[in-house]
């Protein structure tokens, strides 16, 4: 999209892109500003980058947590059944308590 600006002199000038800005502030105040200019904006996108990777990482670290969270209440919801049966299955109880153990102790090391 062009923008029209209007110099300290007068002229007007039309900026098609970054390119054209980078050339007026080359053509007004040196190579010198356009230089920092250019290494600013490159901080900044690699700035946004380190964002858009941390928000990937995040979000996958989101659905993660989700997954695991539904295997730990399906496992709590299958003990629950089996403490409630008027028999213990004592070998279906340790089962599935060491699935749940397993669980926790995958995630509690996991990093």
Do not use: P
Not at 88 to 97: P, Y
Request: charged share 35%; aromatic share 10%; hydrophobic share 40%.
């Amino acid at each position: 999209m062009a923008a029209v600006i209007k110099m300290k002199d007068e002229q007007i000038q039309v900026v098609m892109g970054l390119r054209d800005f980078l050339y007026l502030v080359d053509h007004y105040m040196g190579d010198e500003s356009c230089r920092w200019l250019e290494e600013f904006m490159e901080e900044k996108e690699a700035e946004n980058r380190d964002y858009d990777d941390l928000f990937d990482y995040t979000e996958k670290m989101r659905v993660h947590y989700k997954e695991v969270m539904e295997k730990l209440r399906q496992q709590a919801e299958k003990l629950a059944g089996l403490i409630q049966q008027r028999e213990l299955d004592r070998k279906a109880i340790s089962n599935t308590a060491g699935s749940i153990s397993v669980l926790t102790w995958k995630e509690a090391n996991r990093c």
